[in-house]
């Protein structure tokens, strides 16, 4: 190794007050290359919840036979719920590069500048954005070579990529949250369980008017995930549905208010220095 | 402002008084130390692991709030003005803490912005730096694939990034070939010498401290057991030794005898006879010659010891800085900072 120290650089150096506007765009930008630069983490994130379509609409075809359902195409009916799924990966994803970030001393590095921490969660929510840009604009195209069909047609399209990204950042806040108070990716990762089972109590089956049994009604009834699954199967099925869409953008913004909140008091405790 | 010692800390110096860190269970990791660094000088801060290096650079750092007690780095509190301290830093942590999905300019690219420098102005002293560190071939390689050495390069270089007048660097050089060691010490040496950068700089290498540190601070247990300059702290504790090995291993005990009266004989090896000079060695060792000379006794090998900051530590903590390493792994005792320290006692 050959390290030159005749050419010494001038100590004095031309600085600027930071402003959110000049860190937030360079984190964003950290962010989004740590995503597309980890495949293994974007492919999973990405196909699992295709395989899932794939085996539900086999496996559960003949759920379109029942009464009431609202469509004869279970991919149709089935395909809103690949988004969703891909905001749990975002839970995962999110909070496990902060916790990377805690656990080998990123976070420290950050924290010896004059960072601004609005920017810092800002930044760190850019990576999710652009997976789930990624994501979406697969799984529509998935869905429509697959047989699905979009009843609002290309403008419902546009509004399906748009909720599923807010949805996606909704997500990503609670791994925020999470990742600010571990020091392990790997106490991310059990959550996961947890996120799961949240989400099959819920409408992603079945249309809440013909789940059976009353308690699992109930249950998805009160569940957020349930509505924006909804507002996203309205585009797929009904056409524009105002209602529809007004709770899936309310719970996704929703559940995105509460995560950037927790996540803000979890970076102020874990932002101690003085 | 000058201290009440008389050091400036007003430009660049470093002054900490009864500085306490408590953590949960009542762990003192840092027990009420008080130390100055001098403007510009390179400060050594050895200890084995565990024993409060890196949570005193924490607080220094202003990553972690004292339980007690005052430190002032560049003129600033501390507690009370941590933003002044962060914008006077630089620091290179234990952990060389780098983003492996990114490259070097990439990092460059980032702490330059967070730090408010114009994107001229980042990219231009950016790519100076990791000339400098000698990283300018793997600077758009991403920073995963990089040696331990280039890792602690480009940690260097970050820290040197907005121009901190002080330096705080946790365990460099652990874990690297001697080497990068080297070249990381050349570094450090010239940054404090030739650009009047003051260095604090925590090892657990006595060779590291011997080297470059102007002054050190020996820690154990969290409290400064010695203080002083390497030299001073080894003159204080211990008398260099000579060891003469005769030509005929059968004249060991008459070489013994003609060393007896320059001072106490002491164990050497089994061929030859040492004893611990009484007086300075380099006047001693000429009449030791001069001595076996007159006595017709040949001599095979004839060396002189320096006291080793290793005996300053055996002589102030009663153990061996080797044996306490091994003490501090055998009780997994850290006495060190969890990862996430937020909490305090």
Redesign the interface.
């Known amino acids: 190794m050959e390290v030159a120290t005749a050419a010494a650089p001038p100590l004095a150096v031309r600085r600027e007050r930071p402003s959110i506007w000049t860190q937030a765009p360079e984190l964003a930008r950290r962010s989004i290359m740590r995503t597309l630069r980890q495949p293994a983490a974007v492919i999973p994130a990405t196909t699992f919840p295709l395989m899932l379509l794939a085996i539900n609409s086999v496996g559960l075809k003949s759920a379109t036979s029942l009464p009431g359902f609202p469509t004869n195409s279970y991919v149709t009916f089935a395909l809103a719920f690949a988004f969703i799924q891909a905001g749990v990966f975002a839970v995962i994803g999110t909070g496990q590069n902060l916790a990377e970030d805690n656990q080998g001393g990123f976070f420290n590095r950050l924290q010896l500048t004059p960072i601004n921490p609005a920017a810092l969660v800002a930044g760190q929510l850019a990576g999710t954005l652009v997976l789930g840009l990624f994501q979406a604009a697969t799984y529509i195209s998935v869905g429509l070579i697959a047989g699905a069909h979009i009843e609002a047609g290309f403008g419902g399209a546009l509004v399906m990529v748009v909720l599923s990204i807010v949805i996606c950042l909704a997500f990503g806040s609670i791994g925020l949250a999470i990742g600010m108070r571990v020091d392990a990716p790997e106490k991310v990762q059990s959550v996961f369980p947890l996120l799961f089972v949240f989400l099959f109590l819920s409408s992603m089956s079945l249309p809440r008017n013909l789940i059976q049994t009353d308690w699992f009604r109930e249950i998805a009834t009160y569940n957020p995930v349930s509505y924006m699954v909804e507002g996203l199967r309205s585009l797929l099925i009904a056409g524009w549905d105002g209602e529809a869409l007004a709770l899936g953008f309310g719970c996704a913004l929703g559940i995105l208010a509460l995560g950037l909140t927790v996540a803000s008091l979890g970076l102020k405790e874990r932002m101690v220095r003085t | 402002m000058p201290s009440s010692n008389g050091v400036p800390t007003e430009a660049n110096g470093i002054e900490v008084s009864g500085l306490v860190r408590e953590f949960k269970g009542g762990v003192r990791a840092v027990d009420e130390i008080d130390l100055q660094v001098r403007p510009g000088e390179i400060y050594g801060f050895l200890g084995p692991n565990g024993a409060g290096k890196s949570t005193t650079v924490h607080m220094l ?5 004292p339980t007690a007690g005052s430190a002032r780095v560049a003129g600033h509190d ?3 003005d ?2 002044a ?3 006077a ?1 630089g ?1 290179a ?3 060389a ?3 492996p ?2 490259t070097a300019r ?1 990092h460059m ?3 330059g ?6 994107k001229a ?1 980042r990219t231009r ?1 950016g790519d ?2 990791i ?4 990283l300018s071939d793997a600077a758009d390689r ?1 920073v995963g694939g990089y040696s331990g ?1 280039m890792k602690r ?1 480009l940690d260097l270089a ?1 820290a040197l ?3 901190p ?1 002080v330096l705080f660097l946790d365990e460099p050089t652990t874990g690297l070939d001697i ?2 060691r080297t ?2 010490w ?2 450090v040496a ?1 940054l404090s010498r ?2 009047g ?1 003051t260095v604090f700089l925590t090892t657990q290498y006595l060779e590291e401290a011997d080297q470059l540190a102007d002054h050190l601070g020996i820690i154990d247990h969290g409290r400064i057991v010695a203080e002083g300059t390497p030299d001073a702290l080894k003159a204080e504790v211990g008398r260099p030794t000579v060891e003469v090995v005769p030509a005929d291993h059968a004249e060991r005990d008459r070489a013994a005898d003609l060393l007896r009266p320059f001072g106490e004989l002491v164990p050497g090896t089994p061929q030859g006879a040492a004893v611990r000079l009484d007086h300075d060695g380099g006047e001693r060792l000429a009449d030791i010659i001069r001595t076996f000379d007159q006595a017709d006794v040949k001599v095979a090998n004839l060396e002189l010891h320096e006291a080793s900051l290793n005996d300053v530590f055996l002589t102030k903590t009663g153990r061996s800085l080797e044996g306490a390493q091994r003490e501090a792994a055998e009780e997994g005792d850290t006495g060190e900072q ?5 909490a305090p006692a």
């Open positions: 750092t202003t990553l972690l709030p501390v507690v009370e941590g933003a301290v962060r914008d830093i620091a942590l234990q952990e803490a780098l983003d999905n990114l990439d690219r980032l702490q912005a967070l730090h408010g420098m114009s102005d002293r100076e730096l000339e400098r560190v000698g991403r050495g390069r970050l990034l907005h121009g007048r080497q990068s070249a990381l050349d570094e010239h030739d650009e950068m969890p990862a996430l320290e937020g």
